[in-house]
Nanobody
Framework: QVQLVESGGGLVQSGGSLRLSCAAS????????MGWYRQAPGKEREVVAT???????NYADSVKGRFTISRGNTNNTVSLQMNTLKPEDTAVYYCNADTWSARFWGQGTQVTVSS
């Protein structure tokens, strides 16, 4: 029903920027919300930022003021602009999409911030 493909991860120095993108292939369902989560080694997956169809956004306290989530015109793409990156932002970042009945995940993209 929904397939998500992420791109844009990589290695960056502390203070640098990266932009993650996620494209959804959708059949027969409507996406209500999309978001980005991350999982660092030895830690649980945590929410980074979410955006609903109406455009409202939410951010984890740790990224407020540094990260910006946005959706494309078709509402089937979502991006995460990450500025002023810190070593503690190092993690695998996952795109997600919510329909009325299910949650879907991308395969993840590695973000590594060196100090």
């Amino acid at each position: 029903q929904v397939q998500l493909v992420e791109s844009g991860g990589g290695l960056v120095q502390s203070g640098g920027s990266l932009r993650l993108s996620c494209a959804a292939s959708v059949t027969s369902v409507r996406i209500n919300a999309m978001g980005w989560y991350r999982q660092a080694p030895g830690k649980e997956r945590e929410v980074v930022a979410t955006i609903i169809s109406g455009g409202s956004t939410n951010y984890a306290d740790s990224v407020k003021g540094r990260f910006t989530i946005s959706r494309g015109n078709t509402n089937n793409t979502v991006s995460l602009q990450m500025n002023t990156l810190k070593p503690e932002d190092t993690a695998v970042y996952y795109c997600n999409a919510d329909t009325w009945s299910a949650r879907f995940w991308g395969q993840g993209t590695q973000v590594t911030v060196s100090s």
